[in-house]
Structure formats: structure tokens, C-alpha cells
């Protein structure tokens, strides 16, 4: 099985994917209005944490957890790059620490054994595997209209295909056939 979050966690205003949090702890419901990010985000781990102990058979299920897939914004923008990152005095976290922080003492706090496949500095530095303004619509290309304003318009979230996702499946292939030795199962 594999889990991940996203950068919705981060979002803000208009953009932002949650208000409100429905939160059941001892079968009392509670509805959690303008939470902060990371108690909202932490909630939501242990939630997750609790199901995978409760569900999931670890001797016939093995369960990886992917990092954040990075949104190239703002200074970082995705639009008209045509080849990846190459300066490592560029890298810029983009998840914040105490999120990073939330997960790893989630999985490394729980029994059920979490295989961590951590994509996001990899994925960083492939600042022009977006889609930009190459998206289509009902089967349209909308190209031209997106190059109008791509400030607004273009794609730095998604990423192409093939391309970068090919990598992180690669990734997850050799965590599953390989053990921590580089013996094979």
C-alpha cells in the first residue's frame, strides 16, 4: 500500500482545501473550525496512523509512505524551464519542517513497519516537469489561451507524463524488491 499528503496542507485563501475539521475521538464527534495547519495536519496523521495499525496485516502488506511532491511557485517558477534544477544553492524546502517533522515521528512511532520513500528533493530539481500551459480540457488544447496569462494559468502543481512519476514508481519498485541489505526477496 502506498499513502502520501500534499501540498494542499499549505494552501491559503481561495485555494485553501479545508475549513473545517470533523475530528471523532472516544465516538465524539467534534467539529474543528479555523485549526491551525499543523494541529489540523497532525490530527490527520494519527487518524491515518490509527487505521493502518487497526486495518492493515504487515505480514502479507507492506506499506510505503511517499513524501510531498514539491509546487514550483512564486521564485521557483515552473513556466518556460525547459531542464532541471542543477545549482544545489537553488534548493529551497517547500513543505514546511514542522509538517516533515509530523510525519516522521508518525511513521517511526507506530508498530506497523512505514517505508518512507522520500521524493520531494529529487523532485525539486525537476523544475520543468510540469505541465505549465501543455494542459488540455474536454480533449482541447488550451495552449494559446493559457500563454496569455500564464502568471495565472500555468500548471506548477501536476506533473507530465512520462516523466518524473516514472522515477518515484522506479523508486517504490526497488524498495519492493530489495531489502535494506540490496539482497533481493
Known amino acids: 500500500m502506498v499513502f502520501n499528503t500534499g501540498h494542499w496542507w499549505v494552501h491559503r485563501g481561495k485555494f485553501k482545501a479545508w475549513d473545517i475539521l470533523q475530528y471523532h475521538r472516544n465516538l465524539i464527534g467534534k467539529l474543528m473550525d479555523d485549526t491551525k ?26 506499506v510505503f509512505f511517499r513524501s510531498i511532491s514539491p509546487e514550483h511557485k512564486g521564485e521557483n517558477w515552473c513556466f518556460n524551464e525547459t531542464k532541471p534544477i542543477k545549482d544545489e544553492s537553488s534548493y529551497v524546502p517547500v513543505f514546511p519542517k514542522p509538517l516533515v517533522e509530523t510525519v516522521e515521528r508518525t511513521i517511526t512511532g507506530m508498530k506497523t513497519q512505514i517505508r518512507y520513500l522520500n521524493i520531494t528533493k529529487l ?9 505549465t500551459v501543455y494542459t488540455t480540457k474536454k480533449d ?9 496569462t500564464p502568471e495565472i494559468t500555468a500548471d506548477c502543481s501536476h506533473w507530465c507524463l512520462p516523466g518524473l512519476p516514472d522515477t518515484w514508481n522506479k523508486l517504490l519498485y526497488a524498495s519492493l524488491v530489495l531489502d535494506g541489505s540490496g539482497e533481493e526477496h
Open 123 to 131: 523532485s525539486q530539481y525537476r523544475i520543468d516537469a510540469h505541465p
Open 37 to 62: 495547519m499543523e494541529s489540523a495536519f497532525e490530527i490527520a496523521m494519527k487518524t491515518w496512523a490509527n487505521w493502518v495499525e487497526k486495518n492493515v496485516n504487515s505480514t502479507r502488506t507492506t
Open 140 to 148: 482541447k488544447q488550451l495552449i494559446k489561451s493559457k500563454r496569455k
